[in-house]
């Protein structure tokens, strides 16, 4: 399977401020021929179920907030939300989709400075 | 609008098994495939598998194959996962999710999920 390391587990940001969050893959998750990355990007609130934020390691869904948007190419990756508002206190989680077997980072929790 | 509903929570004596449904609405059924993900207490969801609607191929999660099963009927808009001889450690929220398209990709909707309880 491949593996995914988010790095940090966890990070307190200030109101305002930037939020970096790092997806390190086992192995290449760019698919060469057609030239895309198979990494989402999740969010998830407690009680609730993940929500897609990225896809393609950097396309934004639709009514997703700006502020969120992904980076990276073949196994490493970053999730970057611009200016933290309350409601994105959650936890975050890459996956890939490369492989048939879908495989998902171990989390970083986002809260408030 | 696309909706995913799961039905309710369930709980297992060890060593039975497991049927929780996913009743889809608000798109096209046999034009997307269904992704069943669990996640126990605390720790990151785990893929187990997935269908596509259209034509009923599987693939399964290695770690669950041979205790898995995915089904769908698409007289009812309905996706099935069931899972035999549970164990405490299959204690879990069981997802279904969307795929974006009939292949194996990224899922764009979740159901609420479903808590299943194995517990003597």
């Known amino acids: 399977d491949i593996v995914l390391t988010q790095s940090p587990d966890s990070l307190a940001v200030s109101l305002g401020e930037r939020a970096t969050i790092n997806c390190k893959s086992s192995q290449s998750v760019l698919h060469s021929s057609k030239n895309k990355n198979y990494l989402a990007w999740y969010q998830q609130k407690p009680g609730q179920p993940p929500k897609l934020l990225i896809s393609?390691?950097?396309t934004r869904e639709s009514g997703v907030p700006d502020r969120f948007s992904g980076s990276g190419s073949g196994t490493y990756f970053t999730l970057t939300i611009s200016s933290l508002q309350a409601e994105d206190v959650a936890v975050y989680y890459c996956?890939?989709?490369?492989?048939?077997?879908?495989?998902f980072g171990q989390g970083t929790k986002v809260e408030i400075k | 609008q696309v909706q995913l509903v799961q039905s309710g929570v369930e709980v297992k004596k060890p060593g039975a098994s497991v049927k929780v449904s996913c009743k889809a609405s608000?798109?096209?059924?046999?034009?997307?495939?269904v992704h069943w993900v669990r996640q126990a207490p605390g720790q990151r969801p785990e893929w187990m598998g997935w269908i596509n609607i259209g034509d009923g191929n599987t693939q399964y999660s290695q770690r669950f194959q041979g205790r898995v099963t995915i089904t769908r009927d698409t007289s009812a808009s309905t996706a099935y996962m069931a899972l035999s001889s549970l164990t405490s450690e299959d204690t879990a929220v069981y997802y279904c999710?969307?795929?974006?398209?009939?292949?194996?990709?990224?899922?764009?909707?979740w159901g609420q999920g479903t808590l299943v309880i194995v517990s003597s």
């Open positions: 996956q890939q989709y490369y492989s048939t077997s879908w495989t």
């Open positions: 999710a969307r795929d974006v398209s009939h292949y194996n990709w990224h899922a764009d909707y």
């Open positions: 393609w390691a950097s």
């Open positions: 608000g798109y096209t059924f046999t034009s997307y495939g």
